[in-house]
Each structure stands twice: as structure tokens, then as C-alpha cells.
């Protein structure tokens, strides 16, 4: 049986056996395509009763109905509850709702027809680290040993957690016109670094000193300077190459903090994140990124995109930002809460937490907490 070190699930999930599968698709399945069958014997080569053939239609089309519905809201149907599997989302780990279903079974049903696409697909899931076929690709689902479903996607929550990525983010480079956006979030006479290893992905290398508020309502931006890779503290200069009040060496400041946070890689690695960290294939800094750590994942199933996700660590600690991969990233909590990562968010993860991306995984640890 697969581990989650194969397969890029979290821990805890295991990929559905296949005799339970076959078993289940044939107590689920089976009974449309047989009255669909009687229905076309009796309808075409018996020239049979109509009542009959209405009667095998109408049957076949209400247990298709059950079926669907209970795979789409319950991510099980009869035949998958017999036999202890469920199908759920690869990125939330949720039921997948009346449409993948729907798409599901279509590029199944199809498959079916030629026979040859079918007995291919079959090839193909055998060898696949989660015995996906081409429609599970086709629908993002997996399937999985039964267990309790994440919990539903709470729309305050979700709103909570963009609401605090958009305030804490900054505008990229080329498009910041002069980090006013940002000084008008911070707080009176603290200089704001996003330098360093501190700066999230895509974020100006400046900083920004706010003046003494007119009001509660008003702040403006006094000065404007760029630093030598320091957060500097409240009341002290950053432009002299000085150290926060104590002649420590600037060089060696920042990573006593941010070393605390630590990856460890589904390969046995660790990774320290001192900096911006990029993972994946072949990963590319993008510009002002010169300094990421590159850290290639090996993936003979190409399921990791080159340049798949970036790992860092700020004032509020340590994030992950999806860079637009093609198979997706998703975060799973130490309380076994999951959340998908949209591409381009930034997303905060706690100490503990399973990052999964593609078919493989990193855990994330802080040493000493």
C-alpha cells in the first residue's frame, strides 16, 4: 500500500485499495449499464414491451441520481460505503461536488465505450502513486480509505484569512508607485523591512519610516530609505550600516531568528529557512529573489512543476506561496484541518503542519518551541 511519502497525502490518509474500488464501481455502476443494456434488448432486438424498456430507464436513471448525489455531497456512494472508500478533492480533501462527479464519470463513460481507452487507463492507475486514472486527473479527486471528511469550507474563515493576506502583502515591484499603499497599514515611527529573508515573494526591497500620526485617520510618509538586509528597530537609523543598539554584526542578526524554522523534506533532508526558500523541479528566482535558496525535488512522475512553491519567513512567521503549479499545494494543520493553497497567496502555516505538493510533501518544524 502507498505511504504518504509516495503518495503526497497527508499523513493518516491512505490511497483506496484497488479490489475495493473494483468492487465498489461494479455495486454502483453496474446496475445502470445492465438495465441500460436490458432496456436497448428488449427495445431494439426483442421488440419487447415498452412498459419494460420505460421501466429499465426510469430505474437506471434513479439510481444514477442516488449515486451521484451521495458521491457528490457525501464523497461516498452505496457501493463505496460497502466497501470502506470515499472520493474526495486532491486539494481540500472534500466531497466533490455535482459537477466533477458529473465530469468524472463522462471521461469514464468514455473510456468505457472504446474499451481500449479503458483497459490503457487501467495500465496507467496501476503504476500511479495514488491509483488515480485519467478520470480522476480529469476531476482533481482522489480516492481514499474511509475516514472523516475535512470540515466545510467556513466562508468567515476564509474571509478572516484573505482578508489578513491582502493586508499583510505589499504590491510587486512594478507595480508599487511608492509604497504609500503599505506606510498607511504600519504603525507611528516603525520602519518596516521587507528585505532580506523577511521580504515575501514579490515584495519591495525598501523601507518605509511612517511619521508621527496628524490623527487616528491620517499617516504620511516622512522618509523614505533602502537598508543593508536589517529590520531595524523602533527609534534607531537604518542607514548608516550600524547594528540595532548593541554592535552586533548585521550579517550574522537576522538568521539567529529566522533559522528557527525548519523543512523536512519527504527525501529525509532538512532545510533551514534563513531566506527565501523555492522548491521544486528545477526552481527559477523571479527578479529580486537572486538570493532564494533552490531546492530541486526529485519527480519521475512530473507531478512537481519546476518552480512549484516558495517557502518563507516574515514578522508573522513562516508562509508558503503556491507559484502557480500545475497539480497545487495544500496545507494540512497538526489538528488535521486542511487548507488548498489558490496560486500567488500568501498563506501562513503554524509549526507542525504538512505541506503537500504534488506527489510529495515537507513537514514544518520549529526546533526549540
Given at each position: 500500500m502507498p505511504n504518504s511519502r509516495t503518495t503526497g497525502l497527508p499523513p493518516g490518509v491512505q490511497v483506496g485499495a484497488t479490489g475495493p474500488r473494483a468492487l465498489a464501481a461494479l455495486v454502483e455502476v453496474g446496475p445502470v449499464w445492465l438495465l441500460g443494456g436490458l432496456a436497448l434488448l428488449f427495445g431494439l432486438v426483442?421488440?419487447?414491451?415498452v412498459v419494460v424498456v420505460v421501466l429499465c430507464l426510469v430505474v437506471a436513471v434513479a439510481w444514477g441520481a442516488l449515486v451521484w448525489a451521495q458521491r457528490a455531497s457525501r464523497a461516498a456512494g452505496p457501493g463505496m460505503r460497502l466497501d470502506g472508500v470515499q472520493i474526495v478533492g486532491l486539494?481540500?480533501?472534500?466531497?466533490?461536488?455535482?459537477?466533477?462527479?458529473?465530469?468524472?464519470?463522462?471521461?469514464?463513460a468514455g473510456l468505457t465505450v472504446t474499451v481500449v481507452g479503458l483497459i490503457a487507463m487501467l495500465?496507467?492507475?496501476?503504476?500511479?502513486?495514488?491509483?488515480?486514472?485519467?478520470?480522476?486527473?480529469?476531476?482533481?479527486?482522489?480516492?481514499?480509505?474511509?475516514?472523516?471528511?475535512?470540515?466545510?469550507?467556513?466562508?468567515?474563515?476564509?474571509?478572516?484569512?484573505?482578508?489578513?493576506?491582502?493586508?499583510?502583502?505589499?504590491?510587486?515591484a512594478s507595480k508599487a508607485p511608492a509604497a504609500t499603499k503599505a506606510a498607511a497599514t504600519a504603525k507611528p515611527s516603525e520602519a518596516m523591512s521587507t528585505n532580506g529573508g523577511s521580504a515575501r515573494p514579490g515584495e519591495v526591497e525598501e523601507t518605509v519610516v511612517v511619521a508621527e500620526p496628524a490623527?487616528?485617520?491620517?499617516?504620511?510618509?516622512?522618509?523614505?530609505?533602502?537598508?543593508?538586509?536589517?529590520?531595524?528597530?523602533?527609534?534607531?537609523?537604518?542607514?548608516?550600516?550600524?547594528?540595532?543598539?548593541?554592535?552586533?554584526?548585521?550579517?550574522?542578526?537576522d538568521?539567529?531568528?529566522?533559522?528557527?524554522?525548519?523543512?523536512?523534506?519527504?527525501?529525509?533532508?532538512?532545510?533551514?529557512?534563513?531566506?527565501?526558500?523555492?522548491?521544486?523541479r528545477n526552481p527559477q528566482p523571479r527578479v529580486g529573489e537572486e538570493d532564494a535558496t533552490l531546492i530541486k525535488v526529485s519527480d519521475e512522475t512530473r507531478?512537481?512543476?519546476?518552480?512549484?512553491?516558495?517557502?518563507?519567513?516574515?514578522?508573522?512567521?513562516?508562509?508558503?506561496?503556491?507559484?502557480?503549479?500545475?497539480?497545487?499545494?495544500?496545507v494540512t494543520a497538526p489538528d488535521g484541518g486542511q487548507r488548498p493553497c489558490p496560486p500567488g497567496d500568501v498563506v501562513d502555516v503554524p509549526g507542525g503542519s504538512v505541506?503537500?505538493?504534488?506527489?510529495?510533501?515537507?513537514?514544518v518544524r520549529r526546533p526549540g518551541h
Open positions: 426483442l421488440d419487447g414491451s486539494s481540500d480533501g472534500r466531497p466533490l461536488g455535482w459537477g466533477r462527479v458529473l465530469v468524472r464519470w463522462l471521461v469514464f495500465v496507467v492507475m496501476t503504476r500511479h502513486p495514488r491509483r488515480q486514472g485519467w478520470h480522476d486527473l480529469a476531476a482533481n479527486a482522489v480516492v481514499i480509505k474511509e475516514r472523516p471528511l475535512a470540515p466545510p469550507r467556513s466562508k468567515s474563515a476564509v474571509g478572516r484569512a484573505t482578508a489578513g493576506t491582502k493586508a499583510g502583502a505589499r504590491p510587486p490623527g487616528d485617520a491620517d499617516r504620511s510618509v516622512a522618509d523614505e530609505t533602502s537598508v543593508d538586509g536589517r529590520d531595524p528597530v523602533d527609534g534607531e537609523s537604518a542607514d548608516d550600516g550600524g547594528s540595532a543598539g548593541d554592535g552586533a554584526d548585521p550579517e550574522t542578526a538568521p539567529v531568528v529566522l533559522a528557527e524554522w525548519m523543512l523536512r523534506l519527504d527525501d529525509g533532508r532538512d532545510v533551514a529557512v534563513e531566506r527565501l526558500v523555492l522548491l521544486g507531478t512537481v512543476s519546476k518552480s512549484h512553491l516558495a517557502v518563507g519567513v516574515d514578522a508573522s512567521g513562516l508562509y508558503v506561496m503556491d507559484r502557480g503549479s500545475t497539480n497545487g499545494t495544500m505541506v503537500s505538493f504534488g506527489d510529495h510533501w515537507l513537514e
